[in-house]
């Protein structure tokens, strides 16, 4: 299912604990285009600061990976075992230095127990190919309940090619960056600067428009790789066939979005927060990021209640320009609000939250914006996750 | 205990159901110099519109306040309730309409039992005197779980006096307004523009330094009153005695704000953040309420697990210029984070989380402002609170 010329391989080298799968490589046969968005958390992992300086060049040939410790505010060490790390892929590998690039996602605050890494990550470059992609995916996760991979393939300048991502993310997932770690990966030719644009634009309207906590990771990371080895010609600008691509790429980091929600800590019910009829879309993002933020409104949706107060008043904070008096309010179809007062709808809402996808719908009738953000509901099991995250 | 010329009494209308006393009245015996402060939400309750009309008058004699219903989205017919309700305080106690302010909390979006309401009201404004203060705060209680009653008693200007203060608030504690209501009484003689820029001053400090879930209310209100019975002559500007009666209000309200944390709903713990070596105030306020309502630095308070990583990560987003290597971080006394680096004492750390009262203490090294946001921790009980209120 993978595209063409990449290879994995896994290792269980306990990083955190024995007993998985913890660090994953991601080849290309090939050299390849590549493209990365980072947190912007001013506090960054090292392997993040390592990705940024190296995304510059715009090629890669190799993605190593670590669950379990996230490398992150363990200064000058960090930066160094990031870089060991790169130098025994490469070396395993043969892949350039430069061309491997690195992520990690876990626990911050820890220095890598290198000692336990060395010598599996030496196994991890000697075995590329010995895994597939799903189990790359398996490799990274965290409190994740599942993998999350999704592919594509279509036919774009008269040859067939393949479009997968794998994430991974359950918490920390925020306005900005939601997913910690995402890996596109295609065998589509597509021209550096092409593939950043798409990747960008696709990233901002999918992984920065979920949210589960509203918190903001330090090691956010979305590389994406491009090996040519499907055979197209470059895709020109404004071309349909771009245009075919850059849909699909977006449909990929949306529905990998999707499942990070779904796979929200504690979470019972994936919610759609959709404000339309905004002056602006940065308005209707902010008034959609309050609603989507609300503990209040995510525990209501837990306890199917149609509590739209809760959402009105969200609203009402978010900082953008808002006549109650104008706004309707929908859950799924069902107009709870109209014109800002009480539709007497409540008992058929509350039927309608018992789904497990719910889309709440503000329409603020003050212009023709929309932006819709995704979130989960909030839910005990959430807090037991998290106040034993460590122990 | 209550300051001289103020009487009260409740009463009990089944505002969202029957079993306990929900409407009170605050009455001074003469007019008095009155100042408010309101949610900044852009969703206004009726009552909060009503007062911040009033309040440009500066006078008043009495408070009406109910508990079980916000009044809040509810349109024309919210306003015209507001008034009427006033009306018939105004017609049982001889006292002007224009005189009497209102205050409601509860459930938003429902129109008020007006039919339930009306001969309670009468009833409550024939018996002023009825009940006591702590009564009152009893009555204006939604979620709460004790009264919050704070008395200041002192000698200025050659008079002995009284401030005493009330508040009630457990949930949808913001950075804004946290308290959804508080009334500050006081016998002391204020003038008009020393009351407005007290009250103003010791708001800024201490209800708009909380938060619980970071959702602001919208009929969050904040009253007090003077009426000058303890007989002391006006303030002066720049007096030994404002600067005394100032501060004494700024505990007063400090306190209160204290015990509305310590009552957030389903905590077990109040911690304190402290962020200083800020270049100014507000980069020190940012940090500071971008950890404390970090819902996983309230988990992981909540667990006992020292998990300094979450706070440094929000510090990080906060969107401050922040360098990670410059800062320490404190439990109480124990530095858990040296330059940006863990300083080894996690095990500490963790015992000294176990007590009901927790300071966490940033310091940035960047310069000499400071500021200090209260909050609790989130637990499987907040959930249950809020995914259960209306049913």
New interface residues.
């Given amino acids: 299912m993978a595209p063409k010329g990449y290879l994995f391989s896994t290792v269980e080298a306990a990083v955190k604990k024995p007993g998985r799968k913890d660090i994953a490589l991601i080849v290309s046969a090939v050299e390849a285009e590549m493209a990365g968005t980072f947190t912007?958390?001013?506090?960054?992992a090292a392997p993040v600061r390592v990705c940024m300086k190296k995304i510059a060049s715009g090629t890669g040939q190799a993605i190593v990976v670590n669950s379990g410790n996230?490398n992150?505010?363990?200064?000058l060490q960090g930066m160094k075992d990031a870089r060991e790390m790169i130098s025994i892929v490469s070396k395993g590998s043969g892949i350039g230095q430069d061309l491997v690039y690195i992520a990690s996602t876990g626990?911050?605050?820890?220095?890598l127990p290198m000692d336990r890494m060395r010598q599996p990550l030496r196994t991890l470059a000697g075995d590329i190919g010995g895994a597939a992609l799903d189990e790359v995916a398996q490799t990274i996760m965290t409190t994740d309940t599942f993998p999350k991979v999704v592919h594509k393939r279509l036919k774009l300048g008269g040859v067939s090619g393949t479009i997968s991502g794998i994430c991974k993310g359950a918490?920390?997932i925020?306005p900005?960056m939601a997913t910690m770690l995402c890996f596109i990966l295609t065998d589509f030719a597509v021209g550096k600067k092409t593939l950043t644009a798409v990747l960008k634009s696709s990233v901002g309207r999918s992984f920065n428009r979920i949210t589960i906590?509203?918190?903001?990771?330090?090691n956010d990371t979305v590389l994406m790789m491009a090996n040519g080895l499907a055979g197209n010609a470059q895709f020109k600008t404004d071309s349909l066939d771009l245009a075919k691509f850059r849909k699909a790429v977006e449909e990929i980091t949306y529905e990998l979005a999707e499942l990070v929600v779904k796979d929200g800590e504690g979470a019972t019910k994936l919610v759609e927060v959709l404000v339309k009829g905004a002056r602006t879309e940065r308005d209707a993002e902010k008034a959609a990021f309050a609603v989507a933020?609300?503990?209040?409104v995510k525990?209501?949706v837990?306890?199917n209640?149609a509590?739209?107060?809760?959402i009105?008043?969200?609203?009402?904070?978010s900082g953008?320009?808002?006549k109650?008096?104008k706004a309707d309010i929908f859950f799924n179809n069902i107009k709870v609000?109209k014109?800002?007062?009480?539709n007497n709808r409540d008992k058929e809402a509350t039927a309608a939250l018992k789904a497990k996808k719910i889309r709440i719908t503000v329409d603020l009738h003050a212009g023709r914006a929309s932006a819709k953000v995704l979130t989960c509901d909030?839910?005990?099991e959430?807090?037991?996750i998290?106040?034993?995250?460590?122990?």
């Fill in positions: 912007t958390n001013a506090v960054k996230a992150a505010c363990t200064g626990v911050i605050g820890m220095p918490g920390m925020a900005n906590d509203g918190d903001m990771s330090t933020n609300s503990s209040l525990t209501a837990y306890g209640d509590n739209w107060g809760r009105i008043c969200a609203v009402g904070y953008i320009p808002f109650e008096e609000v014109n800002g007062l009480a909030l839910t005990e959430y807090i037991r998290n106040a034993e995250y460590r122990t």
